[in-house]
């Protein structure tokens, strides 16, 4: 028997590969399908099937395209009532290729239909080898049950059940393997550790100490981190069943007259993935900034609209043509095509352009001693705030400013500081496209403050 594990940064997904001698299955595939016909190839496997522990809301599977690859079927949890030709499992279902005994426990919580696979190797032994828990369970951490808005108390008490019922009740020595690690949403605090076993999570995994029911339905529903906005379109999608990659269209490249024409007709948008010292430098005025290299899925899932044109400004084609296949992550299929010569080809066109003012942290320290009334917005999460933040300041997190814009004053300097720059730079275009146009990036950061020997200025 092999279990290979694929790993993607950014959203933090693990899916795997289970194979015996000649035949293979795919858990929790993403849309990146290449790769696993790649190593069942590459493993001399055929792939007979594909299982879904729930309907994933934090990217868009990779079931139908993998389906229409192999022909092989797929198995979705029956409770997910999914829209497209599947197998239903539910408690009891067993799923068997060659020598392996897959196993069907139901473990609601994370999301109403979750189901977990539990792996027995026959020919070694009766008891399970290993369990496929998806977002149940993570190492040292369990899966958020308030994505679903009303049912989070009653999630989190199902979850409980699952937890203790269903998936520690495996032996000690039964691997564990979670949908993610570190960076996912799906959690709170999942470590970067990406395989466990069930007898190192009962001694190490925080929540599972929580000792009774009310405590930890109270923990699982309190402080939890915001969830992106593509989480309430992904679950849906993967129940409906997404478009196949093939089917979407070609991407184009746009002459800068062909994008202006768009923008003045007002059927697209234009997203810049450069880094945000390129965006401040110069850009094509109303553009969102999403940094292609920081967690890039997750953020254009975040604030992109699924349901306009999007118009991609980048280096270089190999820089969009990877942010594309990240925007396909998390469902942003509507992706018209890439200004063709990048930025450049757009100023020598004669066309509008805006930029953003980026100072230096002694620059900021400087103008903290000289206008006492300066507007400082830390657009870090508000968890991060709380541990630290320049005295004075105000909290929005960046991803809010879409709706929070109009608490900004509109008059004055508006210095913006993140972390590193990065989150600042997407914050300081959501304010210029929505009217606020004296507003200043901190390069660096709070990083760079502190590097520059500024801790003393922080409360």
Excluded at 59 to 76: N, Q, R, V
Excluded at 153 to 180: G, I, N, R
């Amino acid at each position: 028997m092999i279990i290979r594990q694929f790993f993607i940064p950014g959203i933090s997904h693990s899916s795997y590969l289970v194979g015996g001698t000649g035949s293979c299955l795919i858990i929790d595939p993403s849309r990146d399908t290449d790769q696993y016909l790649i190593a069942a190839r590459e493993e001399g496997m055929k792939i007979v099937g594909i299982l879904e522990t729930h309907l994933h809301a934090d990217f868009i599977s990779g079931h139908l395209d993998i389906a229409e690859k192999t022909g092989s079927p797929i198995y979705m949890p029956e409770r997910a009532q999914a829209l497209f030709p599947h197998v239903p499992v539910q408690r009891g279902s067993i799923i068997t290729i060659e020598d392996i005994r897959i196993e069907v426990r139901e473990t609601p919580g994370h999301t109403p239909e979750h189901v977990s696979y539990v792996l027995i190797l026959q020919s070694r032994s009766d008891s399970p080898v290993a369990v496929f828990c998806g977002d149940t369970l993570f190492v040292g951490d369990v899966g958020r049950p308030d994505l679903f808005p009303g049912s989070s108390q009653e999630l989190a008490s199902e979850l409980f059940t699952s937890l203790h019922k269903e998936l520690m009740t495996l032996p000690d020595h039964c691997e564990v393997y979670p949908a993610h690690a570190a960076g996912s949403f799906c959690g709170r605090s999942l470590a970067t550790k990406r395989t466990s076993t069930i007898g190192y999570e009962k001694i190490a995994n925080p929540a599972l100490a929580i000792p009774d029911r009310d405590s930890f339905v109270l923990s699982l529903t309190s402080d939890m981190p915001p969830a992106p906005d593509h989480f309430s379109r992904c679950t849906e999608v993967n129940r409906r069943g997404p478009v196949l990659l093939a089917e979407l269209p070609d991407l184009k490249a746009l002459s800068a007259n062909e994008v202006r024409l768009m923008l003045e007709s007002g059927v697209a948008e234009v997203v810049d993935i450069r880094r945000y010292d390129s965006f401040g430098g110069i850009h094509i005025p109303a553009s969102l900034n999403i940094d292609s290299e920081a967690n890039f899925a997750t953020n254009a899932g975040w604030i992109v609209r699924p349901d306009i044109n999007q118009i991609l400004v980048g280096y270089n084609p190999k820089q969009v043509a990877d942010a594309v296949v990240m925007m396909h992550r998390t469902g942003i299929d509507s992706i018209t095509g890439y200004l063709s010569g990048g930025i450049q080809n757009w100023v020598q066109s004669g066309l509008k352009t805006d930029n953003v003012r980026i100072i230096s942290v002694h620059e900021l320290a400087s103008l903290m001693e000289s206008e006492p009334e300066l507007l400082i917005l830390d657009v870090r999460a508000t968890i991060e705030y709380a541990g630290y933040h320049t005295p004075g300041s105000i909290n929005i997190p960046w991803p809010d400013l879409r709706t929070r814009h109009s608490e900004i004053r509109n008059s004055g300097l508006v210095v913006v500081i993140c972390g590193s720059g990065v989150r600042a730079g997407m914050a300081c275009s959501i304010l210029k496209r929505a009217g606020h146009h004296n507003v200043v990036n901190v390069a660096g950061g709070y990083i760079g403050w502190i590097a520059a020997g500024f801790n003393q200025r922080l409360t």
